[in-house]
T-cell receptor, first 116, second 114 residues
Framework: AQKITQTQPGMFVQEKEAVTLDCTYD???????LFWYKQPSSGEMIFLIY??????QNATEGRYSLNFQKARKSANLVISASQLGDSAMYFC?????????????FGSGTRLQVQP | SQTIHQWPATLVQPVGSPLSLECTVE??????LYWYRQAAGRGLQLLFY??????ISSEVPQNLSASRPQDRQFILSSKKLLLSDSGFYLC?????????????FGSGTQLSVL
């Protein structure tokens, strides 16, 4: 079974509008972290935002916020006031457990295109 | 501050040739290290991770291998490349505090096997 599912292969958004990128996850571990990364065409992976399974509030980082719905096992990324530079691939990822030894498991990604 | 170096940036190799990709981390000690591969337009697949010198865990059986000869050096190798080894290879590191630790990635190596 897929650990991380991103059901939107591609998304379009108008500049200055908000957009939501979907992510659902599957784990039976009570301790886990959820991450979003941005990958522009250059290939670098840029960390955007983190949400821990025990966090009571949704994470926010500037124009990025994470809509964390634990019961639904979803961790959607919301980008407000989209900019042309937001055009990129976006990956949702998860790390399970307390050891910190395990790597992140990534979803298949969503390609976001911001239109002027 | 911590930095991660990965080289080369691009590589074109014939089928059957050997491979060596190197990754080094600066500014931190005893990091967890990772090798990921990304096929074109796809997500990241974990290949190997290491929690210490000489300690390598393999996630996917293949003709690739990894080694960690020094604390902050991680090497990805192959004795004979296959066409299916083509892809974008990313090295990453993280701290050890637990599941909250994010990964920091290198700039990647685009490998084309012809």
């Amino acid at each position: 079974a897929q650990k991380i599912t991103q059901t939107q292969p591609g998304m379009f958004v108008q500049e200055k509008e908000a957009v939501t990128l979907d992510c659902t996850y599957d784990t039976s571990d009570p301790s886990y972290g959820l991450f979003w990364y941005k990958q522009p065409s250059s290939g670098e992976m840029i960390f955007l935002i983190y949400q821990g399974s025990y966090d009571q509030q949704n994470a926010t980082e500037g124009r990025y916020s994470l809509n964390f719905q634990k019961a639904r096992k979803s961790a959607n990324l919301v980008i407000s006031a989209s900019q042309l530079g937001d055009s990129a691939m976006y990956f949702c990822a998860m790390r399970e457990g307390d050891t910190g030894r395990r790597a992140l498991t990534f979803g298949s990604g969503t390609r976001l295109q911001v239109q002027p | 501050s911590q930095t991660i170096h990965q080289w080369p940036a691009t590589l074109v190799q014939p089928v059957g040739s050997p491979l060596s990709l190197e990754c080094t981390v600066e500014g931190t000690s005893n990091p967890n290290l990772y090798w990921y591969r990304q096929a074109a337009g796809r997500g990241l697949q974990l290949l190997f991770y290491s929690v210490g010198i000489g300690q390598i865990s393999s996630e996917v059986p293949q003709n690739l291998s990894a080694s960690r000869p020094q604390d902050r050096q991680f090497i990805l190798s192959s004795k004979k490349l296959l066409l299916s080894d083509s892809g974008f290879y990313l090295c990453a590191w993280s701290g050890r505090r637990g599941f909250t630790e994010k990964l920091f990635f290198g700039s990647g190596t685009q490998l084309s096997v012809l």
